[in-house]
């Protein structure tokens, strides 16, 4: 099993900048992609972004959030971030941690609510 732990969300005004960690823990090894996915109210979960573990780290955007968001990783630290810039009311929902073991295992968070206000 793998155990992710998301903080970082709250309430930001249109604009702002926050950043969301995912700390894994527990059978970490294999795990090849971490990402966050994110919920609106009302709304089907979507990707936002996800990096690679391995080299140098591929990464790849919901075009939503390209150049706004940067997602990155500590691997020694086995954290992911997503460092999040000029946020839009849009952006509001319950972002999601999400790790891929093995290629074909998924593992979530519970989830941290972002709200932006306009």
């Known amino acids: 099993q793998v155990q992710l732990v998301e903080s970082g969300g709250g309430l930001v005004q249109a604009g702002g900048s926050l950043r969301l960690s995912c700390a894994a823990s527990?059978?970490?090894?294999?795990?090849?992609?971490m990402g966050w996915y994110r919920q609106a109210p009302g709304k089907q979960r979507e990707l936002v972004a996800r990096?690679?573990?391995?080299?140098?780290?591929?990464?790849n955007y919901s075009n939503s959030v390209k150049g706004r968001f940067t997602i990155s990783r500590d691997n020694a630290k086995n954290t992911v971030y997503l460092q999040m810039n000029s946020l839009k009311p849009e952006d509001t929902g319950v972002y999601y941690c999400?790790?891929?073991?093995?290629?074909?295992?998924?593992?979530w968070g519970k989830g941290t609510l972002v709200t932006v206000s306009s």
């Open positions: 527990g059978s970490i090894f294999s795990i090849n992609t």
């Open positions: 999400n790790a891929v073991r093995a290629y074909v295992m998924d593992y």
């Open positions: 990096i690679t573990t391995g080299g140098s780290g591929i990464t």
